[in-house]
């Protein structure tokens, strides 16, 4: 699943199929947003990563259907990353 940044549409595919060179590469993969959401080891680095992407996960949501679904993982992604920060594992 797809947010290209050219025409600012949602693909099931892993790319643009409508814009010239498939997007040229100008975009982002629904695995991409969640994996450097995984990554985040700070608070700071949720909120970055979250506000980076706002406008990718509203297009998202925009587009209904099994789009906005990955939309609420995305934000429950988020909101777990946050959570998981402010409760540490203790060893
Ligand atoms: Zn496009």
Not at 56 to 70: I, P, S
């Amino acid at each position: 699943m797809f947010i290209c940044e050219v025409c600012g549409k949602v693909f099931a595919d892993d790319d643009c199929p409508t814009c010239p060179d498939r997007g040229n590469g100008k975009g982002v993969t629904v695995e991409r947003i969640k994996n450097n959401l995984r990554s985040c080891g700070t608070m700071g680095d949720v909120n970055t990563t979250a506000m980076h992407y706002r406008h990718h996960v509203q297009a998202l949501d925009l587009a209904g259907g099994k789009f906005r679904t990955e939309a609420i993982i995305i934000r429950n992604l988020a909101a777990y990353m946050r959570w998981k920060i402010l409760n540490p594992v203790r060893e």
